[in-house]
């Protein structure tokens, strides 16, 4: 047997085929959607996540703008750009790329952005609301994963999930989405015992810890949903998941590529919790 691929690459278009539809809608009324950006410092790998924001939102008729700013930044700088963004009306999401130099504070930049823009879903209000069910924002990645299950047919209800992994960004509110869903989950960490004794009995994985072949074909219940949100490199240099995809794509029933798979998805659910904030907005004013 081997795994149907669950193709991110092709869900992301579909979806983004949807937002450009909405925001010239949008735009026709004159509520064109906005997202910001801020990058502070010079870290590679967050310079290319924000040139592939950027470009998301120019190929799909948002309005979009970038700060790139010193690695010296004051706190009390970054927090007034921020509070700048939160007032202004053409900005619907205001995205903070993580990570931040040390001597700034993450959680207080975070908090000090508006929830009602907080398109990452990272705000203590945003998380709170998830919890309860009720959420403004659901994480990006995180929720295109569950637009993964929705557009392949993982049955959700009465399954039983393990989600490897406890960040605030994927593992947590990945378990939470999974919650609300009908879904038995566990959640597994570095520290756990006997991991395989979870897996080995889960309908759906989703690994999320960034390391490489962590979740192994002999971990793998046969026909289970497999989701590798890992981002690694091999030994060639070449990226790969958490996952030992050539593996346990023998055993799964579905499981997603690296790259290809969950990657797409992230930015595609950035435009659009931007679009729903923009038509929010724009249903306040008409």
Avoid: W
């Amino acid at each position: 047997m081997t795994a149907q691929l669950i193709d991110g690459i092709a869900l992301s278009k579909q979806l983004r085929a949807d937002v450009a539809q909405r925001a010239a809608a949008l735009t026709a009324r004159g509520h064109q959607p906005g997202l910001a950006v801020v990058l502070v410092g010079e870290n590679p790998a967050s310079q290319v996540y924000v040139r592939n924001k950027i470009k998301a939102c120019e190929d799909n008729g948002f309005y979009s703008s970038c700060d790139r700013l010193a690695d010296d930044l004051s706190e009390a700088a970054l927090l007034q750009r921020v509070d700048e963004l939160n007032h202004d009306p053409k900005v619907h999401g205001i995205l903070v790329q993580l990570p931040l130099p040390r001597h700034i504070d993450t959680h207080k930049v975070i908090e000090s952005i508006a929830p009602e823009k907080d398109v990452d879903g990272f705000h203590i209000a945003n998380a709170g609301a998830l919890m309860t069910g009720q959420p403004l924002f659901r994480p990006c990645t995180p929720y295109g994963i569950m637009k993964m299950f929705e557009a392949y047919d993982v049955p959700l209800a009465g399954a039983n999930a393990v989600v490897i992994g406890r960040s605030n960004i994927v593992g947590k509110p990945m378990a939470m989405l999974l919650v609300n869903a009908g879904a038995t989950v566990t959640i597994c960490n570095s520290k756990t015992r006997d991991m395989g004794a979870f897996t080995r009995a889960a309908d759906i994985v989703v690994a999320a810890t960034g390391q490489r072949n962590l979740l192994t074909a002999d971990m793998v219940k046969p026909g289970a949903t497999v989701i590798d949100v890992g981002m690694n490199r091999d030994d060639e240099g070449k990226l790969c998941g958490d996952v030992d995809f050539d593996g346990v794509k023998k055993v799964a029933g579905k499981i997603t590529p690296v790259p290809g798979g969950v990657g797409p998805m992230t930015i595609t659910m950035l435009l659009v919790n931007t679009i729903e904030s923009a038509e929010r907005a724009a249903a306040t004013t008409a």
